[in-house]
Nanobody, 125 residues
Framework: AVQLVESGGGSVQTGGSLRLSCAIT????????EGWFRRAPGKGREGVAI????????TYADSVKGRFTLSRDNHNNTLFLEMNDLKSDDTAMYYC??????????????????WGRGTQVTVSS
């Protein structure tokens, strides 16, 4: 019942910026946790940033801390990821997700059962 739709991906040079958006629907049910994950070719899924919506608590991966900012428009139920100082290692398919457990690492499928289709981010050196 929960649906997520990402947008805002694209191609950018190293050091550039992008802003991703994720429209979330599914009320009255809404998971407590929302977040952004990414998957690069040949690599596993990596948690980027998550938010515990009850308190607004945000957790970032060490690899993006200080460069990425997660925010939420509560009125429009939209999740954002502002990405600055992008690096080649940030190249990946970015997904927004929702679930009952706010887990960034050691993620299990049951932690994040709802996913968008993803939006591609490509950073050129």
């Amino acid at each position: 019942a929960v649906q997520l739709v990402e947008s805002g991906g694209g191609s950018v040079q190293t050091g550039g910026s992008l802003r991703l958006s994720c429209a979330i629907t599914g009320n009255p049910y809404r998971p407590y946790c929302e977040g952004w994950f990414r998957r690069a070719p040949g690599k596993g899924r990596e948690g980027v940033a998550i938010i515990y919506t009850v308190f607004g608590t945000i957790t970032y991966a060490d690899s993006v801390k200080g460069r990425f900012t997660l925010s939420r428009d509560n009125h429009n139920n939209t999740l954002f990821l502002e990405m600055n100082d992008l690096k080649s290692d940030d190249t990946a398919m970015y997904y927004c997700a929702a679930g009952p457990n706010c887990v960034l690492t050691s993620v299990q499928d049951s932690d994040w059962p709802y996913w968008g289709r993803g939006t591609q981010v490509t950073v050129s050196s």
